[in-house]
Nanobody, 127 residues
Framework: QVELVESGGGSVQAGDSLTVSCSVS????????VAWFRQAPGKEREFVAA????????YYSDSVKGRFTISKNNAKTTVSLQMNSLEPEDTAVYYC????????????????????WGQGTQVTVSS
């Protein structure tokens, strides 16, 4: 449906900033939304942020609201996640995901609604 390739992960100190990016290549259909999820060792995958492909609507989990910013470039080829004031609790593999179907504001946070996934990029925050 949509090919996604993440980049930009790495290791930083608490309080630092880091940006991860997702290259978005639609195959059959444009995505309705692109999101970032993350999964820490031993934990379930959790929603981080999402952006609608048309328009400017964005969504954030409470744990990252005010610290992270999701955006897409004008050419609609890249979705970035700017992460500020990073905490050790942000350590995880970050995945980019896309859905081609419209979702409610609650549904957009559910990983099972996303049919396309990238391979993930590791973000490690040390104290």
């Amino acid at each position: 449906q949509v090919e996604l390739v993440e980049s930009g992960g790495g290791s930083v100190q608490a309080g630092d900033s880091l940006t991860v990016s997702c290259s978005v290549s639609p195959r059959a259909s444009d995505p309705w939304a692109v999101a970032w999820f993350r999964q820490a060792p031993g934990k379930e995958r959790e929603f981080v942020a999402a952006v609608k492909w048309s328009g400017v609507s964005t969504y954030y989990s409470d744990s990252v609201k005010g610290r992270f910013t999701i955006s897409k470039n004008n050419a609609k080829t890249t979705v970035s996640l700017q992460m500020n004031s990073l905490e050790p609790e942000d350590t995880a593999v970050y995945y980019c995901a896309a859905t081609i179907l419209s979702r409610t504001s609650m549904g957009i946070t559910r990983s099972y609604h996303y049919g396309s996934w990238g391979q993930g990029t590791q973000v490690t925050v040390s104290s």
